[in-house]
Nanobody, 124 residues
Framework: QVQLVESGGGLVQAGGSLRLSCAAS????????MGWFRQAPGKEREFVAA????????AYEDSVKGRFTISRDNAKNTVYLQMNSLKPEDTAVYYC?????????????????WGQGTQVTVSS
């Protein structure tokens, strides 16, 4: 069993920045891929960013490329999502996810464990 705890969400003005963190426990963190997804009210959960087990390979949803950066610190069992130049359309609940695979995954079905989510609200 893997436990994931997100933190770092909040209310920010458009153009501002936030850094989300996701602390994992219960499994050898460094051997597995991680991802961030988000879900806005009335919409389906969508892919945001993913990172492979080593941190050397990443993927991003088109609308966040150049603004968001995913990274991981395997010594701290933590994955991060640095979000810059935030826009009102980035408002959503953000979830981190853990996959029992090594490579980058962009589909929710590839992930085996999910955090409880953290709210990000961007005001205009």
């Amino acid at each position: 069993q893997v436990q994931l705890v997100e933190s770092g969400g909040g209310l920010v003005q458009a153009g501002g920045s936030l850094r989300l963190s996701c602390a994992a426990s219960g499994r050898t963190f460094s051997s597995y891929a991680m991802g961030w997804f988000r879900q806005a009210p009335g919409k389906e959960r969508e892919f945001v960013a993913a990172i492979n087990w080593s941190g050397r390979s990443t993927a991003y949803e088109d609308s966040v490329k150049g603004r968001f950066t995913i990274s991981r610190d395997n010594a701290k069992n933590t994955v991060y999502l640095q979000m810059n130049s935030l826009k009102p359309e980035d408002t959503a609940v953000y979830y981190c996810a853990f996959s029992n695979t090594l490579g980058v995954l962009i589909t929710p079905r590839g992930y085996d464990y999910w955090g409880q989510g953290t709210q990000v609200t961007v005001s205009s």
